[in-house]
């Protein structure tokens, strides 16, 4: 069933069941970054897309991971579906969207997603949370009418290109499938390995 694939075929498949399963949140990936240092650091994200050789989630640009995306652009992902009993890893070097990217996904966001985005000053310390909420209703008060806030500047998408991908598959005898990609001079090279 693996070799041969395209990664992104089969990511694509395991998606979409996932999202059959009627799984909360499938989408949602675990985020590891590392500063220059080599301290790590890892946080959900939700994917908002896979397509033309990347993965894609969005973001506060003056947030700590954006900050470590800066320093250190590699990065890993990965999902795990309890449910299913597969978990995909996924690795690679990390390049910001355009601000065209960024904006037309802005655009789709729910309006309060976009209050939220934008009144968020992300992973600063707050003195007291009521400022967060002055933020918050001060930019509903100003846009509420056209119910669109601008997107911010400090606010844009990531896309992950990836260089490794490895899908792992639990067999109730712990004798777990793991199928591993790798590239190798613009092709994927494919090997199971031993759980």
């Keep these: 069933m693996f070799k041969g694939k395209d990664p992104f075929k089969l990511l694509h498949h395991y998606l979409s069941l996932a999202k059959s399963a009627e799984i909360p949140l499938y989408e949602a990936m675990t985020l590891a970054t590392a500063s220059r240092s080599g301290r790590p650091s890892a946080r ?24 470590e ?7 890993a ?9 597969i978990q995909i890893r996924i690795e690679g070097r990390v390049k910001q969207a355009s601000a065209s ?3 037309a996904y ?34 509903r008060t100003r846009y509420g009418e056209s119910r669109n806030v601008p997107r911010p ?15 792992w598959l639990g067999k109730p005898n712990r004798l777990h499938e793991r199928h591993q990609f790798s590239l190798s001079k613009s092709r994927w090279r494919y090997e199971e390995l031993s759980p």
């Design 101 to 103: 990217e960024s904006d």
């Design 69 to 75: 995306l800066k320093a250190n652009p590699r990065v």
């Design 106 to 139: 802005w655009k789709t966001r729910p309006f309060e997603s976009q209050i939220s985005g934008a009144a968020s000053k992300q992973s600063r310390a707050l003195r007291h949370r009521d400022e967060l909420l002055a933020a918050a209703a001060e930019l």
């Design 153 to 167: 500047k400090f606010w844009g998408g990531y896309h992950v290109v990836p260089d490794r991908f490895e899908f």
């Design 44 to 67: 959900m994200v939700l994917l908002k897309e896979s397509r033309k050789g990347a993965v894609s989630f969005f973001t506060n640009y003056d947030s700590r991971k954006a900050r």
């Design 77 to 85: 992902l990965v999902f795990f579906w309890q449910k299913l009993d």
